[in-house]
């Protein structure tokens, strides 16, 4: 079959893609590895959309939870993966489980019998000169990742994340905390959280004793660069060893103390907005409850909320920031564009979201009628904006959707009701696009 549009990637992202531009009467090529005779390490069937770990989609709460709002949105954008989660739900509470079996093959259905879809199973190892969509996901192949390499320049191609803890700003207590370069050199850009010698005792032994997440077995040749070794390694190589790199509190004056802490752990500012705060050096295989009972003994941090906990995994994923234009456009080669958790995304209904939005855009882009990007208020435009710019390029890790990416709502509210206003405000915001769309649209 001809086709217009070429989809590298039939995961959680290329398939959204392809359904999406199929719907819209765009014909696609999809191409998938597995099925014929690739695979990648994590990947047990040939279906499409296959989950890969947990059976789960999170929470479904689209009036307290970022996630949940983002499954609503992708239903009113008539979401694939979403639709097949609903009907392959199980029960799970609060979250949306589901069937994976059930679920990926009813993905694997709806694109097999779409008019618009020719299902090719192959693997591409270079990027196309025709508009193509790459979807190839945290285990894209060694090949493709090469040509990715090769086409946006050194140390823009990750292969493994190394994340820190990302903190809400508004959950710091700035009574204890405070702002201030080493030196008083620039800017008071950090925030810096001070331990006395018994605090720092207590943490280093924390750490150590801390349960660890294992790796997968393909994971265990994962380097560690001096610059991003676990807090928890340095740790066990001596009690002495962070207050000599990531918590070193040479040059930091308290000004509540007149004196330097002992130690000192430190954030600076994610994102432009100023929501997102992460901790300098601290990426970590602990496990996440681990986290946040050990994080949060830090002074100024006891009521820290994480918007993101750390992590180390094997991850393709390109700067975006940089690469990537507002419409996932490649900008050296903008015939090419990129969805899914590559994006640096996290997350299967992240990478589902940004993998419908790619499509969304490929679309109007060749219909020739631009789509306005969605609000910055809605959780699909707060992702959209976070990993095409909003995020700062120099340290851009994976992040999931989460309310932090959204412009802040000004005003102390409880907890909830604020959770509810950013919810309410992505709401009438969505509206809002959809009818922007109805006015964009030929007439
Ligand atoms: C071990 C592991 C555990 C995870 N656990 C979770 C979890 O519990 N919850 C969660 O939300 N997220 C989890 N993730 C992240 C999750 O995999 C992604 O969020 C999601 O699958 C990404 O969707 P995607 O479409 O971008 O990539 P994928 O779903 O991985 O799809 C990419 C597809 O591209 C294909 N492909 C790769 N290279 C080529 C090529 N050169 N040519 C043709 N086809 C190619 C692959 O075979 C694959 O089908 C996990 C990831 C890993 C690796």
């Not at 140390?155 to 809400?168: R, S, T």
């Not at 009521?303 to 900008?331: C, M, Q, V």
Request: proline share 6%; aromatic share 6%; charged share 25%.
């Amino acid at each position: 079959m001809a086709f217009d549009i070429h989809i590298v990637g039939g995961g959680l992202a290329g398939s959204e893609a392809a359904w999406q531009l199929a719907e819209a009467g765009v014909r696609v090529r999809l191409s998938e590895m597995r099925g014929g005779g690739d695979s990648t390490p994590a990947h047990e069937t040939d279906r499409l959309a296959e989950m890969v770990c947990s059976n789960s989609f999170r929470s479904d709460d689209a009036e307290h939870n970022a996630v949940g709002l983002l499954h609503q949105e992708m239903r009113a954008l008539g979401s694939l993966i979403i639709r097949a989660a609903d009907t392959h739900r199980v029960p799970a509470g609060s979250a949306l489980a589901v069937d994976r079996d059930g679920f990926a093959a009813e993905v694997t259905r709806a694109i097999d019998q779409h008019p618009n879809i020719s299902v090719v199973r192959e693997r591409v190892d270079t990027l196309p000169d025709h508009p193509t969509i790459i979807a190839t996901g945290p285990l894209t192949g060694t090949k493709l990742a090469e040509a990715v390499a090769a086409e946006t320049g050194e140390g823009a191609l990750a292969f493994f994340d190394a994340i820190a803890p990302i903190v809400h700003r508004d959950s710091i207590d700035m009574d204890v905390a405070w702002m201030a370069a080493r030196w008083d050199k620039g800017g008071k850009d950090y925030i810096n959280c001070p331990l006395d010698k018994p605090q720092y005792d207590d943490f280093v032994a924390a750490l150590v004793e801390g349960e660890k997440m294992p790796f997968h077995d393909w994971e265990k040749d994962t380097p560690y660069f001096e610059g991003c070794m676990p807090i928890e390694v340095m740790a066990e190589r001596g009690p002495e060893t962070l207050r000599h790199g990531p918590m070193k509190p040479v040059g930091l004056d308290n000004p509540r103390t007149g004196r330097w802490p002992y130690a000192v752990v430190q954030l600076r500012q994610d994102n432009a907005l100023g929501t997102l705060w992460n901790m300098v050096g601290f990426q970590t295989k602990l496990k996440h409850g681990e986290q946040v009972r050990i994080f949060r003994t830090i002074p100024g941090l006891e009521n820290a909320e994480f918007a993101r906990l750390g992590g180390i995994h094997r991850n393709s994923f390109i700067n975006s920031p940089r690469l990537l234009d507002g419409e996932l456009r490649l900008k050296s080669k903008p015939n090419i564009r990129f969805a899914g958790q590559i994006t640096g995304c996290e997350g299967y209904v992240e990478s589902a979201a940004v993998g419908l939005l790619a499509a969304r855009f490929a679309v109007a882009e060749q219909s020739g009628h631009p789509l306005p990007s969605p609000p910055a208020e809605t959780a699909i435009g707060a992702l959209l904006a976070h990993i095409t710019g909003g995020a700062d390029a120099d340290t851009f890790q994976p992040m999931n959707v989460n309310f932090g990416l959204m412009p802040p709502i000004e005003g102390r509210q409880k907890r909830a009701d604020r959770k509810k206003a950013y919810t309410d405000r992505a709401r009438a915001a969505l509206a809002s696009w959809f009818e922007q769309l109805k006015v964009s649209e030929p007439a």
